[in-house]
């Protein structure tokens, strides 16, 4: 799926032809578009695990579920990510370990980063999929739900103090290689 930004640069190379006598567009070819170091496939990748995620709001808790008829927190996020080609382990503590760590700043995150989340001590019990400007969604007691991290909210102050850990499953922009003329 090419993203609307590109297909826009696409369009602007085309009308830019035709501006200069018309034929076809330069040989050059435009950069595609980066945000923050994330390709514009990564980009839609954690966009169709957010949508994923949030299109099983509301739907119940189920120790052990990972379906549309329950789901438990690892489950949600296993699911997720699977529905995507990306195998996950299934208990929290596992995905915990998943990917890369991210540091435990809202800053540092983007969306479908896993959030891990330990009820006492350091040991992870619970994880959420972090879906951008302070909020993810888990699933618990009361259900999949969006929750904040957000030490003013009573309900997120509680994930805030429990927060041991960030994880990312997909890569940022790969890095050029290296240069091998030496």
């Given at each position: 799926?090419?993203?609307?930004?590109?297909?826009?640069?696409?369009?602007?190379?085309?009308?830019?032809?035709?501006?200069?006598?018309?034929?076809?567009?330069?040989?050059?070819?435009?950069?595609?578009?980066?945000?923050?170091?994330?390709?514009?496939?990564?980009?839609?990748?954690?966009?169709?695990?957010?949508?994923?995620?949030?299109?099983?709001?509301?739907?119940?808790?189920?120790?052990?579920?990972?379906?549309?008829?329950?789901?438990?927190?690892?489950?949600?996020?296993?699911?997720?990510?699977?529905?995507?080609?990306?195998?996950?382990?299934?208990?929290?503590?596992?995905?915990?370990?998943?990917?890369?760590?991210?540091?435990?700043?809202?800053?540092?995150?983007?969306?479908?980063?896993?959030?891990?989340?330990?009820?006492?001590?350091?040991?992870?019990?619970?994880?959420?999929?972090?879906?951008?400007?302070?909020?993810?969604?888990?699933?618990?007691?009361?259900g999949v739900r969006e929750s904040r991290l957000d030490a003013a909210d009573p309900d997120g102050?509680?994930?805030?103090?429990?927060?041991?850990?960030?994880?990312?499953?997909?890569?940022?922009?790969?890095?050029?290689?290296?240069?091998?003329?030496?």
């Open positions: 799926m090419t993203p609307p930004a590109a297909r826009r640069g696409a369009v602007g190379l085309l009308l830019l032809a035709a501006a200069c006598g018309g034929g076809a567009p330069p040989a050059v070819q435009p950069t595609p578009l980066r945000i923050d170091n994330v390709s514009p496939t990564v980009l839609a990748i954690e966009a169709a695990v957010v949508a994923q995620v949030r299109s099983v709001v509301g739907r119940p808790y189920r120790l052990g579920g990972r379906d549309s008829t329950g789901f438990d927190c690892s489950g949600l996020i296993q699911s997720a990510y699977a529905a995507h080609g990306y195998a996950l382990p299934r208990i929290s503590r596992d995905q915990a370990r998943a990917g890369r760590s991210v540091p435990l700043d809202l800053k540092a995150l983007r969306p479908g980063d896993i959030l891990a989340f330990a009820g006492s001590g350091t040991v992870v019990s619970h994880v959420g999929l972090y879906v951008g400007k302070g909020r993810f969604i888990h699933s618990a007691s009361r102050r509680w994930y805030v103090q429990r927060w041991v850990g960030a994880r990312r499953i997909l890569p940022s922009w790969p890095s050029a290689p290296a240069d091998s003329t030496d």
